[in-house]
């Protein structure tokens, strides 16, 4: 079971593919979040956790559903670490999995004509598999 | 130099505006855009997972097309320029990635960055420059106070898109006094507009773009450009009433400019400011 | 030396990995400075390095470089402070056009100028150290023996 | 025949874990000549060093291999315990089996070879060593110190209160340097003018010291003992002399737009000006950038309206040439420019300021006379907030990698003050870390949360707005309590990493002084020698060595002082016997080495030599100066004929050297 | 040219009797048509055997060593392309200018006879060269051949009729070969090669020297005391040692050595008797030190330092050497 569990986490560090390590938790990628104030896990937290192994407060969060891949994070970042990339990890762990898509495409219908496709395909390539 | 351009999906259809205007000022500006022949989807975001090979695929193949037309690839769309940018970086640096794209792919030169991703604005500011620019300016913006909207994915991650600076960015305010136009600097400009939350959460959507409306109001802006489809969209269907300004193109001022189009017409109703 | 033997190889064992011999000449006040300080940050590199130390990259006589080439040398590294800035001002100026023209002359005869580098590591430097002479073992070892470089000779 | 001995060195567990010193000793034990091999403990030792007396006694040895750490660790220390046995010094060898070997390699078996191979070398060169005798060369007396801050006044001070003479070269019109601009220092909040003016005053009128201010060195040669340095003195188109420092031309210059630097562009200053009030000499400098008699040739008010009739359109650069025994370099240090930094809107808001600015604010001698009001309104503000690590440490590329070490506390100084003097406002004080190591610093920081109510938040700031209102809006993160902070505050201050002062590396040139790769210089061990450069004669004080605070700096100054004294108590060094020598019978005279020498160490002389044939003629052939040589080899291999050698790295030295490890 | 011959003894007999001069360094009739040789005359008497013509190849400035060590004063003959070696042993202060009196002594090209007799010629008596064309006497009979045909080859490299040292010059200047191309070219084309036709190709050129030396004796700019290859202290091993370096590395080293000093008079190569192509190497070296650090010419004065000896700081890597010697 342990193994299991290191298995997933370092399954997760390789597709985050960043250097956790490295942070030394000073909170810009935090502060500097556009969305950060409706995040359960905050940015310099998912870091955190997954530096630790902490899986299960990893995958309970909702964070990587509301990030936005912006990249403020990243690149304020003073230590070259991604927060970005740790929660895009945690979104492929989670709709890599069968019938994990997060966004039903059935309630396309009721969206505004004027959306430009690249929302949608965005929507597609975030939220689904 | 041959011009190969990447118009990306929404530039086909809901932002022919910025794409119609981009393809006339070059022209007159004497780098013509050539479409590429065949093109497709660059997947709107960036796959920021090493292992995510299939989703680098349709950029890889422009990025090749490109390399065998003489090795220029012009984009518009801020989201397109990002992924091809990125993707080719990575084939340019990361074997792995590299090996798997070019073996799926199965090219016959292998695939390994050479071709260079620019972005128009790059072209307008290093090949045309802004002093030449400002020259060929026949129907200046005098007088109008213009805030620039850069948005996230042209400036970050700044050490691979090498755009500008990511904090204090200035290309855009260079490009609109070249067009005669007074700049507004506002501090909310390199801030995401929650892009394709449009979709998913349109609550948090409207939050931020009202932050961005504030800062840029703040400052005086009666107008605002982007080089985004997404960004504007949300900066105009996302905007409260109260707040909204006319959001343009900076191609369709462009056009305006250069007396290509006599005034462009912004997709929020109402004069400016 | 004098009478040294050419070994046969004992056929019955497993031939033995390629261990390239590397001889870095390394400038006491920077490279040399900068290999102890990789020892002492504890930096792995691999044993294959053999440095002598020189006061300056400009004391290295292009013939020695020659001669460890003829003695069996597979790689040779020569390290000198960055240019501009020398300990004794202007020294690695000199090394720099004399390992110029004899990199050049190597390579007009055809051969493997990949075999001998020159490179710029200051004091501070001990993290690059580590890693400039692991690169360089590395590409030495997928060059293989220096058999060229030992064999350029009046006889055929 | 030759008796050598060798000594393998354990080093503790340094080496002895990873290298099989007894296999070395075996090793060793076969190679002729190698007449006594042994292991040690600690061959440093006293013990050591007996057993190295011990063994040339008893096997008559004559030459010495020492396998251990670094030569440039204890070279000197078997070569002084070779002396004492009657062994020339120079012929000792060492093989450097814990940096290059036992520290670098894992394998022990790997490692035990290529200690083995080291130790072949160090043999196979000493073979061929010879007995050298260090010469002398005489020690000037006269100091010279470059920067004339806080460590340059102190360094100076000391000197020449031994009875040395010194002179300062200071590249700004006064001395003073950053301490100077700064208001109140910690952690005692005492004035920082109050206990600097002193000093300054000391400096400046003490009879061993000589000021060269507004002015820059422009070239160095020479080497320890002996530096000939060129002092470029700028124009202050002041006669410094007649001047009395009235100030009545700075009052007068209708020129006022240029920004001040003492007010860091707080406040403007005239073209002819004394940057600031308590400056030392205090005799005005006209910018001539700026000054409208010498950019447009009308004006000349400051000449009508001078008491003194000492302003000197005419006067030129002037260059003095002197000639010193020991310098000490005392640079300082700038802060990192924020242009890179634009999240926190330093450009956009004339609120967000730096910590230096910030002194200038308070001081009362600054722009605001000592009232802290926000730069854009003129108005108090109502909450400040302090952000710390403004690039620094950050390996992104964007800022430093370093700490810059006196942020936490002049934050605390800092939150304090205005706590103290104005009450009403808010102070926050976002932080990575607090690092506060130091006497009474930590109480000190401690105070400002206990006593002062200062907010201290761990987290830190993304992103600072101007909003409308002419107030800041602060995204900031909360660490301790896992929340996102949009606060407002009136005032921002940037606690902005520290770098070395402009023109420190292009200094560290000419002095041959090695610096690191953020142009701090470098020591010549971290531990034991902190205040000296590798560069025999070039010491370190403040914070051109690394990031320090004034009480550290002025330790550092006073040890750099000593470290002077201590060479200019000399009146002869012993100068390095590895030095370049002509054979001359074999010297075709071309001087090839003449060219490439740095030092001018080198000479044609006509000489009767005796020929290869053997036969005595005249010739010309190149003599090398055995004090001015410093050993570099470059003449040996611009030499074609090899009549060029370096004593201590000759050519059948280092060939002895190749061969054995090829 | 026997005009020229006859100035030239004229001249030569001048100096000795008036004392200006204790020896002069010409050239001596040989046994055959073409194998004059080198020679110093001391006595005016002595000057009846002084010759020149197409065959007097030698750069006669190296004799100007032994004048300098023996103290005396000199009168030298030198071709255009001889008076380079001067100036470069007066900047290697290895001749000292006292003793020298330098004569202009103009050249049309010389002659090769291995050149001449490839072309079946034998029992030659006599050559004379008029207006390009080469008339060679046989006991067989006459033949005439086109001069640019069996020109030395150094002299198709001709560096033109002016002098760089002269204290005073004999007749007119002559018209000099006219340079064959780039003088660069013999190089460029073995740059051109893969990097194994090139080794293969030093293999096979260097295979045939025999170390007879011939190359240094005559280079003005090998010009030491003692060469390294005979000091066993010298960072090449001597011979004493019998080591393989020296051996295998010789022309290397004897290249390298001369590099900013070597004037491309391309003696060395004229006098090998193995044939090697040696003086590629050397033309190598000027071409590098022209490309890297701007165009030289050793021995066009006696002051200029040498490339080794001077740098700027801008100098090019030597890893981008080992790139931009392969175009």
């Keep these: 079971m342990v193994d299991k569990v290191q298995e997933q986490v370092e399954a997760l560090r390789r597709l985050a593919h960043t250097p956790l390590q490295d942070c030394i938790q000073c909170g810009r990628c935090s502060a500097g979040c556009p969305v950060a104030f409706k995040m359960d896990l905050l940015p310099h937290r998912v870091v955190w956790e997954l530096a630790q192994g902490n899986l299960e407060t990893l995958l309970k969060a909702t964070a990587p559903w509301q990030c936005v891949s912006c990249f403020a994070c990243q690149n304020r970042c003073p230590r070259g670490v991604s927060p970005a990339a740790v929660m895009e990890a945690l979104r492929l762990t989670a709709i890599r999995q069968q019938g994990a898509n997060k966004y039903d495409a059935a309630q396309l219908e009721h969206f505004d004509p004027e959306l430009p496709q690249q929302a949608l395909v965005a929507v597609f390539r975030k939220f689904n598999k | 130099m041959l011009y190969n351009y990447y118009p990306g999906c929404t530039l086909s259809t809901k932002a022919k505006a910025l794409d119609q205007a981009a393809r006339a000022c070059a022209a007159k500006l004497g780098f013509p855009l050539v479409e590429l022949p065949e093109w497709q989807c660059c997947g709107a975001v960036y796959p920021l997972a090493p292992d995510a090979i299939a989703e680098r695929l349709g950029a890889a193949r422009a990025l090749i097309s490109a390399r065998d037309k003489g090795g220029v690839l012009v984009t518009l769309c801020s989201a397109c320029h990002h992924v091809l940018k990125r993707v080719n970086d990575d084939l340019a640096r990361d074997e792995e990635i590299r090996n798997k794209v070019n073996a799926y792919l199965e090219v016959k030169e292998p695939y390994q960055g050479e071709t260079k991703v620019l972005h128009f604005l790059e072209v307008l500011r290093d090949q045309v420059g802004f002093a030449k620019l400002a020259q060929l300016v026949t129907h200046p913006l005098t007088g109008r106070k213009i805030g620039a909207y850069y948005g996230c994915m042209l400036l970050r991650p700044s050490k691979v898109l090498a755009f500008d600076d990511p904090e204090n960015p200035q290309l855009l305010e260079n490009f609109l006094q070249a067009l005669g136009a007074t700049p507004v600097r506002y501090g909310m400009r390199n801030e995401c507009c929650t892009g394709y939350m449009a979709v998913t959460n349109p609550g948090l959507c409207k939050q931020m773009v009202g932050e961005i409306l504030r800062s840029a109001r703040d400052e005086e802006a009666q107008a605002l450009i982007t080089a985004c489809p997404l960004c504007r969209y949300n900066l105009v269907a996302n905007a409260a009433p109260e707040q909204k300004v006319p959001v343009y193109y900076f191609t369709e001022l462009l056009a305006q400019a250069l007396g290509l189009q006599t005034e462009a017409a912004p997709v929020q109703a109402g004069g400016e400011g | 030396m004098l009478g040294e033997k050419v070994t046969v190889a004992d056929k019955t064992a497993a031939p033995a990995p390629f261990e390239p011999k590397i001889v870095a000449f390394c400038c006491n006040w920077c490279s040399y400075a900068g290999a102890d300080g990789a020892g002492t940050a504890r930096k792995q590199y691999p044993a294959n390095v053999k440095i002598i130390r020189v006061p300056c990259s400009c004391r290295v006589n292009p013939l020695f470089i020659l001669r460890a080439f003829q003695r069996g040398a597979d790689g040779v590294i020569l390290c000198g402070c960055h240019p501009g800035d020398c300990h004794y001002m202007t020294g690695n100026y000199y090394t720099r056009r004399r390992l110029t023209l004899l990199m050049s002359m190597l390579n007009f005869m055809g051969v493997a100028t990949e075999r001998l580098r020159v490179e710029w590591v200051s004091a501070s430097e001990g993290a690059r150290f580590a890693e400039i002479m692991t690169s360089f073992v590395e590409q030495i070892t997928a060059l293989g023996a220096n058999v060229k470089l030992r064999d350029l000779r009046c006889k055929k | 025949m030759q008796k050598i001995g060798v000594f393998v060195c354990w080093c503790g567990s340094n080496i002895a874990t990873t290298v099989d010193v007894a296999q070395v000793v075996a090793a060793v034990k076969t190679i002729p000549n190698v007449a006594f091999a042994a292991d040690y403990k600690y061959m440093c030792s006293e013990g050591g060093q007996e057993l190295i007396h011990k063994a040339v006694q008893d096997y008559q040895l004559d030459r010495i291999v020492v396998c251990s750490c670094s030569p440039r660790m204890h070279e000197a220390t078997f070569r002084n315990c070779a002396e004492q046995v009657g062994i020339n010094p120079y012929l000792v060898e060492i093989a450097n089996i814990r940096e290059q070997c036992s520290w670098i390699i894992k394998d022990r078996a790997q490692a035990t070879a290529k200690a083995i191979q080291l130790a072949k070398a160090a043999i196979a060169k000493v073979r061929f060593n010879t007995p050298l005798t260090p010469g002398e060369s005489k020690v000037v007396k006269r100091a010279l110190v470059i920067g004339g801050g806080i460590a340059g006044i102190q360094a100076a001070l000391d000197i020449a209160e031994a009875g040395y003479k010194v002179d300062i070269v200071e590249r700004q019109p006064a001395i003073g340097g950053r301490m100077a601009q700064l208001d109140k220092t910690f952690p005692t909040l005492d004035c920082s003018a109050c206990i600097l003016t002193p000093k300054m005053m000391d400096a400046a009128n003490h009879p061993n010291i000589k000021l060269y201010t507004y002015s820059e060195v422009e070239a160095v040669s020479g080497f320890v003992g002996n530096f000939e340095v060129k002092i470029r003195q700028k124009a202050r188109s002041v006669d410094a002399k007649r001047c009395t420092g009235c100030g009545i031309c700075t009052e007068k210059c209708p020129s006022r737009k240029t920004s001040s630097e003492f007010e860091l562009g707080l406040k403007t200053r005239g073209a002819i000006y004394i940057p600031f009030s308590q400056a030392l000499p205090k005799v005005p400098v006209i910018d001539r950038e700026h000054c409208l008699k010498f950019q447009t040739g009308k004006c000349g008010i400051c000449s009508k309206v001078c008491p003194a009739e000492c302003i000197d359109y005419t006067q030129q650069d002037e260059i003095i040439t002197e000639h010193y025994g020991a310098i000490v370099a005392a640079t300082g240090f700038d802060l990192l420019p924020l242009d890179k930094f634009g999240e926190y809107g330093y450009q956009d808001s004339p609120d967000v300021i730096t910590s230096l600015e910030f002194e200038r604010l308070t001081n009362a001698t600054g722009p605001t006379e000592g009232h802290l009001v926000c730069p854009s309104t003129g108005k108090e503000p109502k909450s400040v907030i302090i952000v710390s690590c403004v690039g620094s440490r950050d390996t992104s590329g ?21 706590r103290e003097k104005y009450p009403q406002i808010d102070v926050t004080v976002f932080y990575i870390d607090v690092r506060t190591p130091g006497k009474a610093f930590d109480e000190f920081y401690r105070r400002a949360v206990e006593e002062f109510n200062v907010h201290y938040i761990k987290g ?30 009136d005032m921002v201050i940037l606690a902005t990493a520290v770098k070395p002062a402009a023109g420190a590396r292009k200094l560290a040139t000419m002095l041959t002084a090695s610096m690191d790769n953020d142009d701090f210089f470098t020591e010549a061990h971290p531990k034991l020698r902190p205040v000296e450069s590798p560069t025999a004669g070039i010491f370190l004080a403040g914070m051109c060595q690394g990031p320090k605070d004034i009480p550290e700096t002025v330790s550092q100054a006073g040890a750099a002082a000593v470290k002077v004294v201590g060479l200019l108590a000399k009146d002869k060094l012993r100068t390095n016997p590895c030095v370049a020598h002509c054979q001359e019978n074999i010297c075709s005279g071309c001087l090839a080495c003449e060219k490439v020498c740095p030092y001018g160490a080198i000479t044609a002389e006509t000489k009767t030599v005796i020929n290869l044939a053997g036969v005595k003629e005249q010739r010309t052939v190149a003599v090398v100066n055995q004090t001015l040589c410093q050993g570099c080899g470059a003449c040996t291999v611009a030499c074609p004929a090899a009549a060029m050698d370096l004593k201590g790295f000759s050519n059948q030295e280092i060939l002895a050297e190749v061969d054995a490890l090829c | 040219m026997q005009k020229i011959a006859a100035l030239m003894r004229q001249k030569a007999q001048e100096l000795l009797s008036s004392g200006q001069v204790q020896q002069v360094a010409a050239w001596r009739k040989g046994q055959l048509a073409y194998d004059n040789a080198p020679a110093v005359f001391t006595s005016p008497e002595a000057c009846a055997d002084l010759v020149y013509d197409e065959f007097c190849p030698a750069n006669l400035s190296k004799y100007l060593l032994a004048a300098t060590k023996k103290k005396l004063k000199t009168a030298v003959f030198l071709k255009p392309c001889d008076t380079y070696g001067v100036n470069q042993l007066l900047k290697d202060n290895r001749v000292q200018r006292e003793y020298v009196y330098a004569i202009g002594t103009p050249c049309q090209g010389m002659l090769d006879i291995k050149k001449i007799r490839a072309h079946g010629l034998k029992g030659i008596t006599r050559i004379t060269v008029s207006e390009g064309v080469v008339q060679v006497e046989t006991v067989y009979g006459t033949q005439n051949l086109p001069q640019r045909d069996v020109l030395l080859d150094k002299c198709l490299q001709c560096k033109g009729n002016a002098y760089m040292i002269a204290d005073t010059e004999i007749g007119e200047k002559l018209a000099t070969p006219e340079p064959r191309g780039d003088a660069f070219a013999a190089v460029k084309r073995i740059e051109a090669l893969p990097p194994e036709e090139r080794f293969k190709f030093w293999q096979q ?44 590395m010789f022309h290397l080293i004897r290249a390298y050595h001369v590099a900013g000093r070597c004037v491309g008079c391309g003696e060395c190569a004229r006098v090998c008797p193995q044939g090697v192509k040696l003086g590629l190497l050397n033309l190598k070296f000027m071409k590098d030190i022209n490309t890297f650090y701007g165009p030289y010419q050793a021995g066009s004065d006696a002051t200029t330092p040498a490339p080794q000896v001077t740098f700027t700081q801008g100098d090019v890597e030597p890893s981008a050497a080992g790139q931009k010697g392969r175009s």
């Design chain 5, 205 to 248: 050129e260097l295979s045939k020297c025999i170390r007879c030396n011939a190359c240094r004796d005559i280079c003005p700019a090998c010009s030491c005391e003692q060469c390294i290859f005979d000091n066993p202290a010298a960072p090449v091993a001597g011979k004493a040692f019998a080591d393989p370096v020296e051996e295998n």
């Design chain 4, 398 to 418: 964007r800022g430093k990698t370093y700490c810059s070490k006196i942020c936490c506390m002049y934050n605390a100084k800092q939150a304090m003050y205005i």
């Design chain 4, 460 to 489: 830190q700031v993304g992103k600072v707005l101007k909003d409308a209102r002419g107030g800041l809006t602060v995204f900031a993160s909360d660490l301790l309590s896992d929340k996102h902070l949009m606060l407002h505050a």
